[in-house]
């Protein structure tokens, strides 16, 4: 998989992705990244890419010319199909299945904005699709982008082993996560649940799950009511509400 980001600083993107999951993918060869500087792009002594908004107010616009130009050459690096995503509050909001969409791609571009955003004739002609990590501002796009980068790349096969796989993630099902537990197994007074010792793993995985169940109700809603949920789930989830009341909690 190949990401592009056109971007005036592509250090920042290259630095941040050395470390980790994205890291050892681009190690790996599984993951490549092609950085584009509108700078470059541009003809004047002074290599401007910002310019006024038309209409006045306050800020700068990143200038039409040296972004396309940037854009264009990020595309002809190599063939093939290459979709061009803007990443702007504007933009509709990422979710998961979005990202599982993107690993599928063989090429993603992405525009880093600054300033108060890009020529939005760009947006009208060059971008294919603008995204929103969600309903706040950033100073810039390089962010979001990496963000992009990273949950796309530990989607990827080979990038993440079998035993760390994120296909059995509770967020693939639609759930948040259950609760995780290292040693030591008691500190001040904080046990770690029972179960997790006990070596049952039917026992456990069914206590996972109604920890998911039991936390997607309390904490996101509007996630349950997008699922199905199954006979055995409903129980679960039933038996997380019953095993909560009998528990003085001011959390969750
Ligand atoms: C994306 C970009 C927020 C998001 C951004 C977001 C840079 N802020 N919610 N900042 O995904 C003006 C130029 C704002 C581009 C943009």
Redesign the pocket.
């Known amino acids: 998989m190949r990401f592009d980001v056109v971007t005036l600083f592509p250090e920042m993107i290259a630095e941040a992705a050395r470390y980790g999951v994205t890291g050892k993918a681009i190690e790996r060869g599984i993951v490549r990244l092609g950085l584009w500087n509108p700078r470059d792009f541009t003809t004047d002594k002074r290599r401007t890419v910002d310019d006024r908004p038309y209409g006045g107010g306050p800020g700068m616009v ?1 200038m039409l010319q040296p972004l396309r130009q940037a854009i264009r050459a990020a595309k002809a690096a190599e063939p093939g199909m290459v979709r061009v995503a803007y ?3 504007q ?1 509709v909001k ?1 979710r998961q299945t979005d990202f599982i969409g993107f690993s599928k791609q063989e090429r993603i571009l992405m525009v ?7 020529d939005e004739r760009l947006v009208e002609t060059d971008v294919d699709e603008e ?11 390089e ?2 982008a990496l963000v992009v980068i990273d949950g796309v790349t530990r989607l990827l096969p080979k990038v993440l082993g079998a035993d760390e796989s994120s296909q059995q993630e509770s967020f693939m099902q639609g759930l948040l996560d259950h609760p995780h537990y290292t040693r030591p197994d008691t500190i001040e007074g904080q046990a770690v649940p029972e179960i997790l010792q006990s070596g049952d793993h039917a026992e456990i995985e069914r206590w996972r799950l109604k920890q998911s169940l039991g936390r997607t109700m309390r904490r996101r809603p509007e996630l349950l009511d997008k699922l199905e949920l199954s006979e055995e789930q409903k129980i679960l989830l039933k038996e997380f509400i019953s095993e909560q009341k009998t528990v003085k909690r001011n959390k969750q």
């Open positions: 990143m990443l702007s509050p933009g990422l880093a904005g600054r300033y108060e955003g890009i995204w929103s990590l969600g309903d706040y501002v950033i100073s810039g796009g962010l979001a």
